[in-house]
């Protein structure tokens, strides 16, 4: 991707510009935003990371947005979420132009996933099939699980593994059985958000595990993923470790989404 992007100043006269709005002081959110931005400087992508207090008001918010619509300068915006509770977080991700939404999440990216039609893809669940494929899991054919059933994370990778021919279930937390379900998963995806929620036995043997969880233990602080590890790797043919896994990938994902939003603007 360095590479890639080392041919634009000459081609395009610039660097694609990717904008990061940081609000309030949650250490989590700082620190993936600190490592979008590391992302940056790696791949050569210009970074702007805007801070504004937790106290910023709705329509302060929406009025920086659409100031960096207007910005030609500008080819990717990203508002980190969670939001606090007195913005909407679904006004938020509309206000930002389709063309400048790296994340995927726009309304208007979003019906295009499930409409097949060309769009940006969400990082995390790109990241999850390009995972699946630099691991070498055949996906067509397959029977896949996917815990979770939020737009930005599970329902967005079943919608991905249904395209590449998998047969997909989702499933969430008050599943009925839901041990059982995921014992028939060839690929199991978890997205749920709870630490240790996938116990060994709701993993077959030989089964490849994508696990999804940014938790933070409640002890340590350090972050962990949402499945037992140490109980399930044994018996997995593939896993995705917390931190390390998933994560990184999402962030790659960034950095080629704005690429792609860049090229599309430019070219
Ligand atoms: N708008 N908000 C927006 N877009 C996103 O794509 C995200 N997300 C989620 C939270 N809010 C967002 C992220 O960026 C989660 N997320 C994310 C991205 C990267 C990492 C974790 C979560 C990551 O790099 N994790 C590292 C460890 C980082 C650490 O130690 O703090 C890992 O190895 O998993």
């Given at each position: 991707m360095?590479g890639?992007v080392?041919t634009?100043?000459e081609?395009?006269?610039?660097v694609?510009h990717?904008v990061?709005i940081?609000v309030?002081?949650?250490?989590?959110?700082?620190?993936?935003?600190?490592?979008?931005g590391k992302?940056?400087?790696?791949v050569?992508?210009k970074?702007?990371?805007?801070l504004?207090?937790?106290?910023?008001?709705?329509e302060?918010?929406l009025?920086?947005?659409?100031?960096?619509?207007?910005d030609?300068?500008?080819?990717?915006?990203?508002v980190q979420?969670p939001l606090?509770?007195?913005?909407?977080?679904?006004?938020?991700?509309?206000?930002?132009s389709?063309?400048?939404d790296?994340?995927?999440?726009?309304?208007l990216?979003?019906?295009a996933?499930w409409?097949?039609?060309p769009?940006?893809?969400a990082?995390?669940?790109k990241?999850?099939i390009?995972?699946?494929k630099e691991?070498g899991v055949?996906?067509?054919?397959k029977?896949a699980?996917?815990?979770?059933?939020s737009?930005?994370?599970?329902?967005?990778?079943?919608?991905l593994?249904?395209d590449?021919?998998?047969t997909?279930?989702?499933c969430?937390s008050?599943?009925?059985?839901l041990?059982a379900v995921c014992?028939?998963?060839e690929?199991?995806?978890?997205?749920i958000?709870?630490?240790?929620?996938?116990t060994?036995?709701?993993?077959a043997?030989g089964?490849v595990?994508?696990?999804?969880g940014?938790?933070r233990d409640?002890?340590?602080g350090?972050l962990?993923?949402?499945?037992?590890y140490a109980a399930?790797?044994p018996k997995?043919?593939?896993?995705?470790?917390?931190?390390?896994?998933v994560?990184?990938?999402?962030?790659c994902?960034l950095?080629e989404?704005?690429?792609?939003?860049?090229?599309?603007?430019?070219a």
């Amino acid at each position: 991707m360095a590479g890639q992007v080392a041919t634009f100043p000459e081609k395009y006269g610039r660097v694609p510009h990717l904008v990061v709005i940081l609000v309030g002081e949650d250490p989590a959110s700082q620190s993936y935003v600190k490592g979008k931005g590391k992302a940056c400087e790696v791949v050569g992508i210009k970074n702007t990371t805007i801070l504004r207090p937790a106290t910023i008001t709705e329509e302060e918010l929406l009025g920086l947005i659409a100031e960096l619509n207007a910005d030609d300068s500008v080819d990717g915006i990203l508002v980190q979420l969670p939001l606090p509770k007195h913005i909407s977080e679904d006004k938020v991700i509309a206000a930002i132009s389709k063309e400048k939404d790296v994340d995927g999440f726009h309304p208007l990216n979003v019906a295009a996933l499930w409409q097949k039609q060309p769009c940006t893809v969400a990082c995390t669940p790109k990241g999850i099939i390009k995972l699946l494929k630099e691991a070498g899991v055949e996906i067509s054919g397959k029977r896949a699980v996917v815990i979770g059933r939020s737009n930005i994370v599970g329902l967005p990778v079943a919608k991905l593994l249904l395209d590449e021919n998998a047969t997909v279930t989702i499933c969430h937390s008050r599943t009925k059985d839901l041990a059982a379900v995921c014992r028939e998963a060839e690929i199991l995806v978890v997205a749920i958000g709870r630490a240790k929620f996938v116990t060994e036995d709701m993993v077959a043997p030989g089964a490849v595990v994508i696990d999804v969880g940014v938790n933070r233990d409640a002890e340590t602080g350090k972050l962990v993923g949402d499945v037992d590890y140490a109980a399930v790797e044994p018996k997995a043919s593939v896993i995705t470790p917390v931190p390390g896994g998933v994560g990184p990938m999402t962030i790659c994902c960034l950095m080629e989404n704005t690429i792609e939003c860049f090229l599309k603007r430019n070219a």
